[in-house]
């Protein structure tokens, strides 16, 4: 697979998530919602293990800095950016002149926000990895 940078915009809602995937060209690669769940996080990693196989060449815009699935992205060692949904719209409107709604289009401009303007953001950290149980020193009392 060829060594290309893919950037994948989430357009986030409570329920499901439009998931828009371009590259460098803007050649669209991919388009699709998921369910917010694990099947729907499991799609989500394969579509794009599918065009880009490295989670160090994949980059993500999304409308949040916290959740599930933004956990789960940073877990899978993809680079996450949290973009402000203003920013996000403002972006939009440069490109389209509809005032219409459309989560496609707002995951497609998340995307396209990564991979013109990506020096404008900084990506969100992961938190440290806490899942790893921990021995805390027990005090005992002198009688």
């Given at each position: 697979?060829?060594?290309?940078?893919?950037?994948?915009?989430?357009?986030?809602?409570?329920?499901?998530?439009?998931i828009?995937i371009?590259?460098d060209s803007?050649?669209?690669?991919?388009e699709?919602?998921i369910?917010?769940s694990?099947?729907?996080f499991?799609?989500?990693?394969?579509n794009?293990?599918?065009?880009?196989?490295?989670?160090n060449?994949?980059?993500?815009?999304?409308?949040?800095?916290r959740g599930?699935?933004?956990?789960?992205?940073?877990?899978?060692?993809y680079?996450?950016?949290?973009i402000?949904?203003?920013?996000a719209?403002?972006?939009?409107d440069r490109?389209v002149?509809?005032?219409?709604?459309?989560?496609t289009?707002d995951?497609l401009s998340?995307?396209?926000?990564l991979r013109?303007?990506?020096?404008?953001?900084?990506?969100?950290?992961p938190?440290?990895?806490?899942?790893q149980?921990?021995?805390?020193?027990?005090?005992?009392?002198?009688?």
């Amino acid at each position: 697979m060829e060594q290309i940078m893919i950037y994948v915009g989430i357009d986030w809602a409570d329920d499901h998530h439009d998931i828009h995937i371009t590259d460098d060209s803007a050649k669209i690669l991919e388009e699709f919602r998921i369910d917010h769940s694990c099947d729907g996080f499991a799609l989500l990693h394969s579509n794009i293990a599918n065009h880009q196989a490295s989670p160090n060449l994949v980059l993500v815009a999304i409308e949040t800095s916290r959740g599930l699935l933004v956990h789960e992205l940073l877990q899978k060692g993809y680079t996450v950016y949290a973009i402000n949904p203003k920013a996000a719209n403002r972006y939009k409107d440069r490109h389209v002149l509809s005032k219409a709604k459309s989560d496609t289009l707002d995951a497609l401009s998340l995307g396209n926000i990564l991979r013109t303007d990506r020096h404008l953001f900084l990506p969100l950290k992961p938190l440290p990895d806490v899942s790893q149980e921990t021995s805390l020193p027990v005090s005992r009392k002198s009688q």
